[in-house]
């Protein structure tokens, strides 16, 4: 049986079609030494997949029997299930029961020389849990069926290899034609009736593929943040159940290439089915996408490194005259014709861990950033310039003066995701919108005040407007900052300090001054008594002068104060 995928490959590279390369129950009963047999209770377990074969002897059979494994008996140690001497159809009730318990597929019985028939309620038992018990003519032998499921397991073994080679030729084949990941998981999805899912370390989905109903089920399932990330930390590599009380199985294999991590590939089978030869042909559709990715990797670094390199000089405004910036970014598939802001995104800085490096690296949390913003702000629109810097993301957002703040807001909430799977952190500024590409150098230099002051005001994260600056906006248009440092120690003397009771006075300070030193208002903002409150203020006088009657000392320190927020002092 062959199937053809949807991407045109030349003649030679067929692959046959997966579907039913596990061997069932059903598969058995057509097995020659099987011809006879009964099935005369659980043939809704008829599709279960046999992996051993196995012939009980003894009554307490429990703890040795396999997952997937078909028992066979003469039924005498049947008669003496429960451990009596009498014979007890309860204890076979119980025994079917312990069986599917522990994952028997198939219970196959010879009746006739020490069982003439089986009790009803052992029928019952395997009718409600699933467990076929097949009635064996009685001139059957054990090794002829034994030997005939072995033979039937290592062809069908043999041949789920040949097919998983033989994908790994097909795959390798697509990419050298061109082909990329889509491609892949296509070829994949149709060749195990599987969705496919092709994603970044921390989630970000790259390409899927599959039925409409399986992509749908596969999209349904708990494990996508509400931005679309693909939750990694929630599943591991090779088989697993799907999560909760969803059906099917999951199979997940690492995309790794000299070293680097470079995501995760997926495979969905809604109805189960899947096994050890889909994790092995997974792990080869993984190496091949690894080999997809490095070259569009090394494509996309040359061409990053042009559209950065022209984008830095439309920035800093030495690309041109405005039609010759207009014509470049036309022919790069740029627009830039229309109302923009310019978003700057930088990582925070974290502390690294202290220890080994990991056995597999990622790409730097840069490059990642880089690769996050670019995906998300094409979704949105695939004519806004993106580009990645050596410290920055810089995106040319099309949006209103009404609409920026909103629509960056979306952006970064999508970029951001849950946080999951090692995604850094990062600040973003936001310009004023501009309608003309030579505002573009003074909107630059907007964005990046904004993410600078914005991370210094509200710490890791922060999203920043220009417009939404007020004073800080003047104060970081002074170049030196030992002169603001300065100019706070002057006015605030001892309490421009870091100690925990200059912290503590320069909080009320700021209280008195929000307040018009009203010192009731300011005593009940601070759950202060009114007494305390006069306290601090004769000593905050002390320290700064009198600032309650002195209405240029309290601009000069509200701007002292200002400063040490914003400067970290």
């Known amino acids: 049986m062959e199937s053809v995928a949807n991407v045109a490959r030349p003649q030679g590279r067929d692959v046959p079609a997966l579907s039913g390369y596990a061997l069932t129950v059903r598969d058995l009963l057509a097995l020659p030494s099987l011809t006879g047999a009964d099935v005369v209770a659980g043939a809704s377990g008829l599709d279960q997949i046999v992996r051993w074969v196995n012939v009980m002897e003894v009554p307490d059979i429990l703890p040795w029997v396999k997952p997937n494994e078909l028992l066979l008996t003469t039924g005498f140690p049947l008669r003496h299930a429960g451990g009596g001497q009498a014979f007890d159809p309860s204890a076979l009730a119980e025994l079917v029961d312990g069986l599917a318990d522990r994952g028997v597929t198939a219970l196959g019985v010879k009746t006739g020389r020490y069982l003439d028939e089986l009790p009803p309620g052992m029928l019952d038992t395997a009718e409600q849990r699933g467990l076929p018990l097949l009635v064996l003519p009685r001139t059957v032998a054990f090794d002829e069926v ?19 080679d033989r994908l790994h030729r097909a795959l390798t084949a697509i990419v050298l034609e061109g082909g990329d990941l889509p491609q892949i998981a296509d070829e994949f999805a149709e060749l195990f009736d599987t969705a496919v899912l092709i994603c970044s ?18 999209a349904d399932l708990p494990l996508y943040d509400p931005s679309g990330r693909f939750r990694t930390e929630q599943v591991h590599a090779g088989l697993q159940n799907a999560p909760g009380d969803q059906p099917g199985q999951i199979v997940v294999a690492r995309v790794i290439a000299g070293g680097t991590d470079h995501g995760f590939i997926v495979a969905y089978g ?40 022209f984008l830095r000089d439309a920035l800093t405004g030495v690309a041109g005259t405005v039609d010759q910036v207009v014509e470049h970014c036309r022919q790069l598939g740029w627009d830039v014709v229309r109302p923009l802001a310019v978003v700057v995104a930088q990582l925070d800085e974290v502390v690294e861990p202290v220890g080994p490096p990991p056995a597999v690296a990622g790409r730097t949390p840069q490059d990642r950033l880089t690769a996050a913003w670019q995906q998300v702000v094409r979704v949105r629109d695939r004519a806004a310039p993106v580009v990645g810097f050596s410290h920055e ?3 040319l957002v099309p949006a209103t003066r009404e609409t920026v703040e909103s629509v960056v807001a979306d952006l970064v909430a999508t970029v951001s995701g849950d946080r999951g799977g090692g995604r850094r952190s990062f600040s973003t500024g936001i310009s004023r919108v501009v309608d003309s ?3 573009l150098p003074t909107a630059y230099d907007q964005a990046r005040k904004a993410v600078l002051v ?17 004073v800080h906006r003047l104060l970081s248009l002074v170049s030196d900052p030992d002169e603001l440092r300065t100019f706070a120690a002057e006015v ?3 309490l421009a300090g870091d100690t925990s009771e200059s912290t503590d006075l320069r909080h009320t300070l700021q209280v008195l001054l929000d307040t018009n030193c009203n010192v009731a208002e300011t005593a009940r903002a601070l759950h202060f008594h009114y007494n305390t409150l006069r306290y601090r203020i004769g000593k905050l006088e002390s320290i700064v002068g009198p600032f309650t009657s002195d209405a240029d000392l309290r601009l000069d320190i509200a701007l002292a104060l200002r400063v040490v927020q914003m400067r970290g002092l």
């Open 437 to 439: 590409v030579a505002d």
């Open 146 to 164: 034994m030997s005939e499921v072995f033979t039937q397991l290592v062809d069908r073994q043999s041949w789920a290899l040949d097919v998983a």
């Open 270 to 309: 809604p109805k189960g089915g899947l096994g050890p030869i889909t994790v092995q042909a997974l792990e080869r559709a993984a190496t091949v996408a690894a080999l997809a990715i490095t070259k569009q990797l090394a494509v996309s670094a040359v061409e990053s490194k042009f559209r950065g390199d």
């Open 201 to 218: 370390p921390d989630g970000r989905v790259q390409t899927t593929a599959g039925e409409p109903a399986h992509a749908t089920a596969l």
């Open 492 to 494: 605030l003397g001892t």
């Open 454 to 470: 914005g991370r210094r005001m509200r710490g890791a994260s922060a999203v920043a407007h220009f417009d939404s600056l007020g």
């Open 393 to 395: 993301v810089v995106a």
